[in-house]
């Protein structure tokens, strides 16, 4: 097997391996050449150069001296004729007949120098593919799946590297790429970049969906983008990943709970104990009060004095058995002369404000003028008098609200007489309205 190879930039190689792709050598290797198509013969290899118009002859040796045998019109492949045939099979008696039996009927058969000298003159002889020869412009006319200037170029051949290759409306080559790769030419798998952070992509088969498996990278999400271990997960602590999948938090000292929110002094210690860490295990200690002892200050002394004769309670006290808390909590008394003091002094203000509130009420009363009391309303008309002499006159003028009147007539010769008779007369005269006439006190006739 033998192979032009493209390198990046403008370098090139010509290999060649067995038909068990074993032993493969590199034979020429270079800069500033362009191969297009190669051709092999028994002992020599001959390959195009797009770059140099050129057709350059090399034995089939590494490193081997290259010949140019033809320079012109951009060539783009190599035709060779040759009695491979008889050339393999020269030493063989048993295929000689069939060697001379083919030999008589390749009346167009020429060796490859002849062919080559042909081919210098420009005349294009055979298109491949079904491809057509213009004679006119010297060019073949190829059919829509190939190119090239002989039509030796099958557009689709390796087009597509994961996918099927068709011809578009422009006869261009197209792909339709698997389902795991996607790109112009099918070249870039779908898995590739996906996964963030370390995670594997992998390929649902029912729906051939993209997934990542995130398992002991620290981070989670669709594609492993967010970290298990946030930066405000612990709150006094480090975090870290147990199992590839669950957060924890290793806390610093002096604090607990599931995230470190908890300091350990916390209502750690009862009955008004004073918290404090030790040294070197950083275990929350309590200072007891007085009336109080235990690791959290939890046993009232006055009841182990008490009990200090039963079994049970000498357990408790000496700290032997911690399965019956016991919990008082301490009372403290305000001193007798500070509560005496306390309660003397509300009562005085209170009374205090009281006795004066009441005088403010009573001097307002007797500065506030007083005001006749009206007991009868009395509805007057336009037309409503009486006679100037005997009563007084009260007009629409003089009412108010809807002609309700709330001023009182008062009959100026009647002052003089008792106020319980006034009264009386007055309110006489109001409620007398209807037309009926009285004999008033003073010997007139009333309407």
């Not at 089939?60 to 951009?74: I, Q, W």
């Not at 669950?246 to 918290?275: D, F, I, T, W």
């Not at 007991?375 to 007009?395: D, G, L, W, Y």
Request: charged share 25%; hydrophobic share 25%; glycine share 6%.
């Amino acid at each position: 097997l033998y192979w032009v190879e493209k390198k990046y930039g403008r370098g090139y190689t010509i290999e060649s391996a067995d038909l068990e792709v074993n032993d493969q050598r590199t034979l020429q290797s270079g800069l500033d050449r362009m191969p297009a198509d190669i051709s092999v013969k028994h002992d020599f290899i001959y390959w195009t150069d797009q770059e140099n118009n050129a057709i350059y002859e090399m034995p089939k040796e590494p490193n081997a001296k290259t010949r140019t045998v033809y320079r012109g019109e951009h060539p783009s492949a190599v035709i060779l004729r040759a009695n491979l045939l008889l050339e393999h099979q020269r030493n063989n008696p048993d295929c000689q007949s069939v060697v001379n039996s083919i030999l008589d009927n390749m009346q167009n058969t020429k060796p490859a120098s002849v062919l080559l000298q042909e081919t210098q003159q420009g005349q294009l002889t055979v298109c491949l593919n079904n491809g057509t020869v213009n004679h006119h412009t010297n060019t073949c006319l190829c059919q829509p799946a190939f190119g090239g200037r002989l039509c030796e170029i099958d557009l689709c051949n390796n087009f597509c590297a994961q996918g099927t290759c068709r011809l578009g409306r422009d006869n261009r080559p197209q792909c339709d790429c698997d389902r795991r790769y996607e790109g112009e030419r099918c070249d870039r798998n779908r898995c590739d970049g996906f996964c963030l952070n370390g995670g594997q992509c992998q390929f649902s088969n029912a729906t051939e969906d993209r997934t990542c498996v995130c398992d002991r990278t620290g981070y989670s999400g669709v594609r492993c983008e967010n970290p298990i271990c946030g930066t405000d997960y612990c709150y006094n602590g480090e975090c870290y990943v147990e199992d590839g999948k669950h957060p924890k938090c290793r806390c610093k000292a002096g604090y607990r709970g599931e995230r470190c929110e908890e300091y350990s002094c916390n209502n750690y210690c009862l009955n008004g104990g004073q918290c404090t860490l030790g040294n070197e295990t950083t275990v929350p200690e309590c200072k007891c009060e007085e009336e109080f002892a235990g690791k959290r200050c939890e046993i009232a002394v006055r009841l182990c004095n008490t009990y200090h004769d039963d079994p049970q309670w000498q357990q408790y006290c000496l700290g032997i058995s911690k399965t019956l808390p016991l919990m008082e909590p301490k009372v403290t008394y305000c001193k007798e002369s500070f509560n005496r003091t306390v309660v003397y002094t509300s009562l005085c203000f209170t009374v205090s404000f009281a006795l004066l509130l009441t005088i403010v009420i009573i001097v307002h009363r007797m500065m506030k003028p007083p005001r006749p009391r009206i007991t009868k309303k009395m509805v007057v008309t336009p037309m409503t008098s009486r006679p100037p002499t005997t009563q007084c006159e009260i007009t629409i003028e003089n009412c108010c609200n809807m002609n309700v009147c709330e001023t009182p007539c008062f009959d100026t010769k009647l002052l003089k007489k008792s106020q319980k008779e006034d009264k009386q007369f007055l309110l006489e005269d109001i409620e007398d309205v209807g037309g009926s006439f009285r004999k008033l006190p003073n010997g007139g006739d009333g309407p």
